[in-house]
C-alpha cells in the first residue's frame, strides 16, 4: 500500500474537505462579531476554488484507480458522479451568497458545511464498499439536514430540518441493518463476510443467495431510494423542500439526488446485474417504482400552487424518470445507460437549480416567507425580461423541450430503456413527461400572459446573476452540445465493468 | 472452529427483536426524543448483525464496522438533539403532532 | 428434560449469560419505549444497551462492548439525558393511545414467540476464534480501514459545525 499513491488518487476529496476547514477557521478569526454579511466574498472564492481544483482533477482522471484497500475507487461512475455533484455545490455556493447576505445569515459555517456535505457525496459515488456508502451517505445527509434548518429561528426550516432529519435517520438505520444482512450472506456464500463491492458482486452472482440476503439488498435500496425521494419514501420531500432556505433546497434536489443515483448505480451493479435468474424480477421491481413515482410526482405537482412544493413534486418525477434508466442498466448492463443517467442528472443540476435561483430572487423580499405562491409570478416578463428569460430556459428544460438538456437527457434515458426491451415503461414516461409539461408551461404563461402591474422586488446579486448565467448556459450548452459530454463520459467510462 | 451451543442466529434473532421494537417505537411515539432513541436502538441492533457473523464467519473486520457505527450514531444524536432544541426554543414542545406548520394544500 | 438443557445450551455459562443478556435487552428495550417518561425511557435504555455489551463479551468482541458501554451508554446516552432535564420534559401522552394496548399485545407476543423459537429450535453452531483486543481492532482501524476511519473525522466535523451553527444563541 502506498500511502501517498493513495493521497494523490483521494485528491478531490480531500482538496475540497481542507477548504471547508480553511473557510471555518477564516470565519472564526474573522474578527469578534464575525465577518460582516457583505464582506465574505473571499470564503465564497476559497470555496469556489476547491470545488473548482477538485472537478479539474477528476477531468483530468484516467481510467479505474482503487485507493486505501478499495475503500474509494475512482472510476467513471465516481469522475462523473463526482463532477455533478461539483457543479451543483458550486452553483448553490454562489446562490447562497446572494441569500445569505440578503437574510443577514453567517456564510463561513454554511459554505462549509456545503463543501463538507460535497466530501460525502463524492465519497458516496467513488465508493468501493458499504462501509464507505454508508459514512459517505451519513456525512452528506447530516450535513444537508443542518442545511435545511440553517435559518434556526425560522419555524418553517426548524420543521423542515427536524423532518428530513427523523425520516433521514429512519431509513439510513434500515439501510444499516440491510447491509449487515448482506455481510452475513457474503459470508455465508463465499466464506468471508465482506462489504466490498468486489466481494458482494462475487457472492450474489451465481445465484446461491438466500431470502435473507435478497432482504438486505431490499432494505439498502429502499434506504437509497429515500435519498432520491422515490415513492413510496417521498414523503418528506415538499415538507422538506418549501420549508428548508431556498439555497439549502436547490443543493439538496441536485447533489443528494445524483449522490444517492451514484450509490445505487454501484449497488445495482453488484447485487443485481450479475445475480443469475433473479435480474428479471430486480429489473420488475425498479421499473414499476420509477413508473409510480414518476406517475405520482407529476400528478401531484399539478396541484401545487406554491413553487416550491411544485417543484419538490417536479424533482419526484425526475427521480422516477431516471430510476428507469437504473432499470434498464439492470436488465442490459452497458456503459452507455450510466452515461445516459449520468448525462440526465448533470442537465437537472443545472435546470433544477436554475429555477430555485430564480425562486431566491424573488421571495427574498419578505423574512417570513419561504416560498413563492406561483401567481406572484405574474408580470414579471414584463418587468425583469432577463430573470423571466432565465425561467423560460428551466422550465422548457425541466418539461423536455429540445434544445435543452432535459430533451436531450430524457431522450438518452428512455432510448437506453428501449434498448433494453421495456416499451410499456417507457410509453408509460413519456405520458407523464406530456403531464409534467401542463404545470411546467403554466409559469411561463403566468410570467407573459396575465397583467403587467408586477409588485415583486428582486434581489440584485451579481453571485444571483452569475449563478443564474451559469445553469442557463449549461442547460443550453449541455443540451445544444450532448456530443462533448458523452465523447467524456465514454471516455471515462471506458473498461467500466469489465 | 468453536463448537457452541449458542450460535449466530441466536443473537441475529435478539437483533431483530430489538431492531422491531426500535422501529415500532419510531413510528408510534409522538416525542420526538422517543423518535431519537427508538432510532439509536435500530443502529444498536445493525451492529449486533455485524457482530454476530463476524463471530461465524471470524472476521475482525466487524468490530470496526461497529465501531463506526457508534461513531455515526453519536454525530446523528448530536445534529438531531441540536435540531430538537431549536424547535424547543420556539414551540415550548416536541410532539410530533405539533409540527404541521409545512403541508399540502387541500 | 435434560435434552432441552443440552440443546437450549441451559446446561452452560455461556447459555446463561446469553439468555440473560438478550432478555434484559430486549425487556430495557421495550420498557424504553413504551415508557412514558423520556428519562425513565433513557435509563431503560441505558439498561438495555449495557447488556448488549454483555452480548458482545460473549461475541469474543471485547473493543466493542467497552466502546459500547463508553460510548452508547456512555456519551450518546449522557447527551439525550442532558437534553431531557434541559427541556424539563415530564412525562408525555406516550404511545398513542390506540396504539398502546395493540403494542404491548403485539411486542410481548413477537418476544414470546421468538424466545420459544430460540430456546426449543435455534441450535447453536460453528464459530470462529475472533481477536476483539483493542490492539487487533486497532491494526484494522489504521490498517484496512483507514479511509473509513479519516471518513469518520469529515462525519464528526459536521455534526460539530451542525451543533454550534443549530444550538448557539446568536450567530451573527
Known sequence: MNMLQDLGTIAPLWIVAIAAAVVLLLTVTGGKSGPAPNTGTHLVMVSLAALAAAAWLLVGHDGTKTAFSGAIVVDGVGVLFGLTVIAGAFIAIMLAAAYLTEHGLSQGEYFALVLLSTVGMMMLAMAGDLLTLFIGLETMSLAVYILAGYRRSNRKSQEAAFKYFVFGAFASAFALFGMALIYGEVGRVSGSPSLAFAAIGKAYGPGEVAAIGWIGVALVFGGLAFKIAAVPFHMWAPDVY??????????????????????????VAATMVSAEGRTETAVLSIEII?????????LLAVRQTQIKRMLAYSSVAHAGYVLLGVAAFVANPKP????????????????????????????????????LPISRLSGIGHRYSATALALVV??????GIPPTAGFFGKLAVFSAAVDAG?????????????????????????????????????????????????????????????ESYLVFAKRVLTGWLG | MIDSVIGPTHFITVA????????????????????????????????????????????????????????????????????LIGIFRTRQTIEVDELDALRDET | ????????????????????????????????????????????????????????????????????????????????IFVIML???????GVRPAYLSVAKVLGLGAAAYFTFQIVTSVSGGKAQAVDGTVKAVGTLLLGNYLFAFEAISVLLLVAVVGAVVLGMKRLT
Open chain 1, 242 to 267: 418549501e420549508g428548508a432556505p431556498t439555497p439549502s433546497t436547490g443543493f439538496m434536489a441536485v447533489g443528494v439526488k445524483a449522490a444517492a443515483f451514484a450509490g445505487l448505480c454501484r449497488f
Open chain 1, 290 to 298: 420509477a413508473i409510480i413515482t414518476m406517475v405520482v410526482g407529476n
Open chain 1, 336 to 371: 452507455e445507460t450510466i452515461q445516459a443517467v449520468s448525462y440526465y442528472l448533470f442537465g437537472y443540476t443545472a435546470m433544477t437549480l436554475g429555477a430555485f435561483g430564480v425562486v431566491l430572487a424573488f421571495e427574498c423580499q419578505d423574512d417570513r416567507r419561504l416560498d
Open chain 1, 394 to 399: 428551466f422550465m422548457l428544460a425541466l418539461a
Open chain 1, 422 to 482: 421495456r416499451i410499456t415503461a417507457v410509453i408509460i414516461a413519456v405520458l407523464a413527461s406530456a403531464v409534467g409539461a401542463f404545470y411546467y408551461l403554466r409559469i411561463i404563461v403566468v410570467m407573459y400572459m396575465r397583467g403587467s402591474d408586477c409588485q415583486e422586488k428582486k434581489v440584485n446579486s451579481s453571485w444571483l446573476a452569475a449563478g443564474l448565467w451559469a445553469c442557463a448556459g449549461l442547460t443550453i450548452g449541455v443540451g445544444l452540445l450532448p
Open chain 2, 16 to 83: 431483530a427483536l430489538l431492531f422491531g421494537i426500535g422501529a415500532a417505537g419510531a413510528i408510534w411515539r409522538r416525542n420526538a426524543l422517543m423518535v431519537l432513541m427508538s432510532i439509536e436502538l435500530m443502529l444498536n441492533a445493525a451492529n449486533i448483525v455485524f457482530v454476530a457473523y463476524g463471530r461465524q464467519y471470524g472476521d475482525n473486520g466487524s468490530h470496526a464496522i461497529a465501531f463506526f457505527v457508534m461513531a455515526i450514531a453519536a454525530a446523528e444524536a448530536a445534529v438531531g438533539l441540536a435540531i
Open chain 3, 1 to 80: 428434560m435434560s435434552a432441552f438443557f443440552a440443546h437450549s445450551g441451559l446446561d452452560s455459562v455461556e447459555g446463561w449469560f446469553f439468555y440473560l443478556g438478550a432478555a434484559v435487552a430486549v425487556v430495557g428495550a421495550l420498557m424504553t419505549v413504551l415508557s412514558r417518561s423520556p428519562l425513565r425511557g433513557a435509563l431503560w435504555l441505558i439498561v438495555s444497551l449495557c447488556s448488549v455489551a454483555v452480548l458482545y463479551l460473549l461475541l469474543g468482541a471485547s473493543f466493542v462492548a467497552a466502546m459500547q458501554v463508553l460510548v452508547y451508554a456512555g456519551a450518546i446516552m449522557v447527551l439525550f
Open chain 3, 87 to 93: 427541556l424539563n420534559l415530564g412525562p408525555d401522552a
